[in-house]
C-alpha cells in the first residue's frame, strides 16, 4: 500500500454460506412461511443487512482483541459501543481508547465518536438452485452488469432463456426441437449463449479500491455458472429458499406445545455474497491511528463469522458464512503499527522537552498570576503526555504477546517478528531520549 494519504479506503469482499443464513423482520407475516428473512425492497431479493454485519463483526473483533490479551481498558461496554452491565451488574463505559471503539464508535459519558468503518449490504452474487443435471449457482444479467467486469461476455438475457458456463456445454439437456435447456427449480428455460466465467473479475469502483479474488469463488462452485433475467431471478430465488418447521417441546410431557409450531426461511448453504466495507482514515479526526489499524480491526471480526455465525437460529445449524480471503496483509499491518507507536515515542519527546521548558520558566517567574497560567498549561501537557503514554504501553504489552505468540508457531514468519522486535526495542531508545532532556 502507498504512504500516499488517502482519506479513505474501499475493499469488497465475498462470502459463501457455510450453513443456511436466517436474517429475520422481527415479526410473523401472513404468506409462506411464519417468520420471513430480510428483503431488498427495491428488487425483492433477501439481503444481510448492513447493521448486521456490522453488529456481529464488531462483537467478534472485540471477542478476538480480548482472547488476545490486547489493552486493559476494553470492557464489555467496547463491545457494544456504549454504558452496559458487567457479569456483576456494574455499569461500564465503552472506553473510547481501544481499536474496537476507534473503529466501530462508540459513546460515553465524557465524548462520542462515530465509526471508522461503513459496511454495506451484503447483496446476492450467486445463487445455487438445483438442476436435473445437479446444482447450478444462478446469477442475474443486472448483478453481472453492475459487479463484474466479464473480459468481453456479452451479457444481455430474455425472460424465456438463460446464458451458461461453458464447463456445462455437454452437460445441458435437449428438447424435441433439440434446443439445450434446463429447469431451475420449477421453471425450464431454453439455453441462449455460452460464457466464459474463468475471465470474469469484480469491479473497481475506483482505481484505489481492492477487490477479492472472483476466481476463488468460481473454483469452489466449479465454475457451473447461470445467467438469467433480472425478473426471473427474483422468482426463482423467492421459490428456492430454505424453508424449516420448527415446534417447542412441552419438557413435562415432552409432547409438542399446542399452537407452537411455526415455519421460517433462509438463504440456502453455498448462496455466494458481496459486500463491501469502506474504512475511513482516523487521520480524519486528528487522530494518529493509520487506516491499517482500523481495516485489521474489522477484518479480526470477519474471520470469526465462520466459526461463530451471522444473523438468528445460530444454536439450530444456521448463520455459518465464510468471508473469502482477501485479508490486508499482516507485514504490512505490524509496519503500519510500528510507524504508529514511533509517532506516539515522538510526541512524547516533544512533550517532555515543552514541559521541561515550562518547569524552568515556573522556577523563574516572579509573577503569581503568570505562574499560576504556566503552572495550568503544564498540567495539560502533563495529562495529555500521561493519556500517550498510556496508549503506548497497552500497544506495547499487545505487541509482546503476539510475539510470543509467533516465537512458539512452527511456522513463524521471520519477517514480522523482526518488525515485532524493532516495535519493541522503542521503549529501550526512548528512556534514553527522555532521560537526555
Not at 423467492?238 to 419438557?251: Q, W, Y
Not at 505487541?399 to 514480522?416: G, R, S, W, Y
Request: aromatic letters at 8%; charged letters at 30%; one cysteine or more.
Amino acid at each position: 500500500m502507498s504512504d500516499t494519504f488517502m482519506p479513505f479506503k474501499t475493499k469488497k469482499y465475498l462470502a459463501i454460506a457455510k450453513e443456511p443464513v436466517f436474517v429475520g423482520t422481527g415479526g410473523y407475516r401472513i404468506g409462506r412461511v411464519d417468520n420471513t428473512i430480510v428483503r431488498d425492497p427495491a428488487t425483492n431479493l433477501p439481503k444481510i443487512p448492513g447493521s448486521t454485519i456490522s453488529g456481529n463483526a464488531r462483537y467478534y473483533s472485540w471477542l478476538s482483541y480480548k482472547s488476545e490479551g490486547m489493552n486493559k481498558e476494553m470492557n464489555i461496554a467496547c463491545s457494544k459501543g456504549k454504558t452496559t452491565k458487567d457479569e456483576k451488574e456494574e455499569k461500564k463505559e465503552a472506553c473510547g481508547t481501544c481499536q474496537v471503539c476507534l473503529t466501530y464508535g462508540f459513546i460515553n459519558s465524557e465524548e462520542a465518536h462515530s465509526g471508522l468503518a461503513y459496511f454495506s449490504d451484503a447483496r446476492i452474487l450467486f445463487f445455487p438452485v438445483p438442476t436435473m443435471i445437479g446444482t447450478v449457482w444462478l446469477t442475474s444479467d443486472e448483478i453481472v452488469n453492475e459487479f463484474i467486469e466479464t473480459g468481453g461476455d456479452t451479457i444481455s438475457v430474455e425472460n424465456n432463456s438463460f446464458l451458461y458456463s461453458q464447463s456445462l456445454e455437454n452437460s445441458l439437456p435437449q428438447n424435441n426441437e433439440g434446443k439445450k435447456i434446463l429447469n431451475f427449480g420449477w421453471i425450464m428455460l431454453e439455453a441462449s449463449n455460452s460464457i466464459n466465467p474463468e475471465n470474469w473479475q469484480i469491479k473497481k469502483d475506483t482505481d484505489d479500491d481492492e477487490v477479492a479474488n472472483l476466481t476463488e469463488i468460481l473454483n469452489r462452485i466449479n465454475k457451473r455458472v447461470c445467467v438469467v433475467s433480472e425478473n426471473v431471478f427474483r422468482h426463482i430465488v423467492n421459490s428456492n429458499l430454505e424453508t424449516r418447521t420448527s415446534v417447542s417441546i412441552n419438557p413435562i410431557t415432552g409432547a409438542a406445545e399446542s399452537g407452537a409450531l411455526f415455519t421460517y426461511e433462509a438463504l440456502p448453504r453455498g448462496t455466494v455474497f458481496i459486500l463491501d466495507v469502506t474504512y475511513e482514515n482516523p487521520v480524519n479526526y486528528m487522530k494518529d491511528e493509520p487506516i491499517e489499524i482500523v481495516i485489521g480491526t474489522v477484518e479480526k471480526g470477519f474471520k470469526l463469522f465462520s466459526s461463530l455465525g451471522i444473523g438468528g437460529m445460530g444454536t439450530r445449524g444456521f448463520g455459518k458464512i465464510e468471508i473469502i480471503d482477501n485479508w490486508l496483509d499482516e507485514k504490512e499491518y505490524w509496519q503500519k503499527v510500528k510507524n504508529f507507536i514511533e509517532k506516539l515515542s515522538s510526541d512524547i519527546n516533544e512533550l517532555v522537552v515543552e514541559i521541561n521548558e515550562l518547569n524552568r520558566k515556573i522556577e523563574t517567574e516572579e509573577d503569581n498570576n503568570k505562574k499560576t497560567e504556566l503552572t495550568k498549561e503544564k498540567d495539560k501537557l502533563e495529562k495529555e503526555k500521561q493519556a500517550i503514554e498510556r496508549k503506548k504501553s497497552l500497544w506495547m504489552e499487545y505487541v509482546a504477546k503476539i510475539k510470543t505468540e509467533k516465537e512458539v508457531c512452527v511456522n513463524n514468519e521471520n519477517d514480522i517478528l523482526n518488525i515485532l522486535e524493532e516495535i519493541l526495542l522503542l521503549n529501550g531508545e526512548d528512556n534514553n531520549e527522555q532521560n537526555q532532556s
